[in-house]
């Protein structure tokens, strides 16, 4: 089955639903494209101005494009989930998902969709780690 | 560029006694079609798809709970990304910080393997608005 992540370019997530046997809907996958064709040339942007178009259909006119940008990204991702599994208190600060806002309206569209859902905090130790990935394996299994 | 194209990292746990510099020669000697690099937290695979998805199984082996993998969106050595030409990395901090939590992860994956029960981890508490204030007056006297 499809599984969306979030955040979208989590390695551990990623790793952890390939490994139980899923394919997990990734930012990589979605960005491979656009990078690879030749309009986009200067990072950091990583989107084309019809995407932002495109996210319209995710966010309204009056959200910002940078929100509206990474929809574009996320949103087809979302439409193509069969279930989610989303990892809170991500270090948000850092690297290229840095606006919470579009993660909490992914979420949104997400929960929207009524696919199942498994929310999960970062582990901070080993005992919340352990819990952690049975926690995705039965969720996994469970969806088979 | 080729859409059958794929790229991996794989990370090694920190936690692992293998080298990036030995899953690069054992990649070498397997002979599929993919090129591979040495990085500071493991290897970059790039190759046909079916090809890396075999060196990566191939990987696994020599760790399982300790080697982890994702794709990246950027080809090898691409000018915007790669460090030799200056490229910027902005996803970096976000890996390091993921690498980081690998040993923790692994704890996770022997415990799946084992089939053991987790114990219930302790709930995340808010810090008292005491501990709050001394914090603050130790920064702002």
Redesign the interface.
């Given at each position: 089955m499809k599984i969306f992540i979030m955040?979208p370019?989590?390695?551990?997530l990623?790793?952890?639903v390939?490994r139980f046997g899923h394919e997990p809907l990734?930012?990589?996958?979605?960005?491979?494209?656009?990078?690879?064709s030749n309009e986009i040339?200067?990072?950091?942007l990583n989107v084309t101005v019809d995407d932002v178009k495109l996210g319209l259909k995710y966010a309204g006119i009056e959200i910002p494009s940078g929100i509206r940008g990474r929809l574009a990204i996320y949103g087809p991702l979302i439409d193509q989930a069969e279930a989610a599994i989303f990892m809170e208190d991500?270090?948000y600060s850092?690297?290229?998902?840095g606006c919470q806002r579009t993660n909490e309206l992914a979420k949104l569209l997400v929960r929207k969709r009524k696919v199942p859902i498994l929310s999960l905090?970062?582990?901070s130790?080993?005992?919340?780690?352990?819990?952690?990935?049975?926690r995705v394996?039965e969720f996994l299994e469970g969806l088979k | 560029?080729d859409?059958n194209i794929e790229?991996r990292?794989i990370?090694i746990a920190p936690t692992s006694d293998l080298t990036p510099d030995r899953i690069a020669r054992f990649v070498h000697n397997l002979g599929n079609e993919v090129t591979v690099k040495e990085t500071c937290y493991g290897v970059v695979l790039q190759g046909p798809r079916d090809a890396v998805k075999r060196t990566l199984d191939e990987v696994r082996k020599m760790d399982p709970n300790r080697i982890?993998?994702?794709?990246?969106?950027?080809?090898m050595g691409?000018l915007?990304?790669c460090r030799a030409h200056h490229?910027?990395r902005?996803?970096?901090?976000?890996?390091e910080?993921?690498?980081k939590?690998?040993c923790?992860?692994e704890?996770?994956?022997i415990?799946?393997e084992k089939g053991?029960?987790?114990?219930?981890?302790?709930k995340?508490q808010k810090i008292p608005v005491n501990d709050l204030k001394k914090l603050i007056d130790e920064v702002s006297p």
């Open positions: 955040p370019n989590s390695l551990i990623f790793d952890l390939e990734s930012l990589m996958k979605a960005l491979r494209d656009r990078v690879t040339e200067a990072p950091p991500a270090p850092f690297g290229c998902v905090d970062y582990p130790n080993e005992d919340e780690a352990k819990d952690m990935v049975v394996k | 560029m859409s790229t990292l990370f982890f993998s994702k794709i990246r969106a950027f080809p691409d915007r990304r490229g910027s902005p996803g970096f901090a976000q890996l910080k993921e690498w939590d690998l923790l992860v704890q996770g994956l415990c799946v053991e029960k987790p114990p219930a981890p302790k995340r």
